[in-house]
């Protein structure tokens, strides 16, 4: 069984960051990726960025230059570094795992609120 748990969402002011974290428990053979997704009220989910175990980053369009997503592979852990925040990121944004087989593990989601 394998759990993600996420943590650093919460309410920030417009132009503010947050950092958002994802470790990864339990029994883990492998890991090919991690990242986020975000689902704001009405939207459908959408990708924000991805990072590759070797690296390899991509971002949504809107992610880019302002996110960063970075990963600890000894701590099975993936960060999304908020940056210039505005409104428009409010979201429940999830974490995923792509593990052995392809199989997708997600996050139960951490909100994100950027409002004045």
């Known amino acids: 069984q394998v759990q993600l748990v996420e943590s650093g969402g919460g309410l920030v002011q417009p132009g503010g960051s947050l950092r958002l974290s994802c470790a990864a428990s339990g029994t883990i053979f492998s890991i090919n990726a991690m990242g986020w997704y975000r689902q704001a009220p009405g939207k459908q989910r959408e990708l924000v960025a991805t990072i590759e175990s070797g690296g390899d980053t991509n971002y949504a369009d809107s992610a880019k230059g302002r996110f960063t997503i970075s990963i600890d592979n000894a701590k099975n852990t993936v960060y999304l570094q908020m940056s210039s925040l505005s409104p428009g990121d409010t979201a429940v944004y999830y974490c995923?795992?792509?593990?052995?087989?392809?199989?997708?593990?997600w996050g139960q989601g951490t909100q994100v609120t950027v409002s004045s």
């Open positions: 995923y795992m792509d593990g052995l087989g392809g199989r997708l593990y």
